[in-house]
Nanobody
């Protein structure tokens, strides 16, 4: 059975950092296109970071460019999202998605940025 699990969310103050991790059971994430998405209350789910159309190209959402970084940890079968200089508008549930011939989603992890 395939399972994606996001972790690392929490409550932080504006300007602080968090690292989210997406780990998998049942699949090897390096065999998949893995992206991070988020969904804030009242908003549609949006792509935060992930591979673009060109090989080796990483695409970031306009609102997170320069602050967020996606990376793979092959040893841990994980894909991480480093989030720096967090803002209140980054508050959302963050999801990872692994896609190739199949499409898998995690259950999400809540990130709340508030003073």
């Amino acid at each position: 059975q395939v399972q994606l699990v996001e972790s690392g969310g929490g409550l932080v103050q504006p300007g602080e950092s968090l690292i989210l991790s997406c780990t998998a059971c049942g699949i090897t994430l390096s065999d998949y296109v893995v992206s991070w998405y988020r969904q804030a209350p009242g908003h549609e789910r949006e792509k935060v970071a992930g591979p673009g159309r060109s090989a080796g190209n990483i695409v970031y959402g306009d609102s997170v460019k320069g602050r967020f970084t996606i990376s793979r940890d092959r040893a841990k079968n994980a894909v991480n999202l480093q989030m720096n200089s967090l803002k209140a508008e980054d508050t959302a549930v963050y999801y990872c998605n692994a896609r190739w011939s199949d499409d898998y989603w995690g259950q999400g992890t809540q990130v709340t940025v508030s003073s």
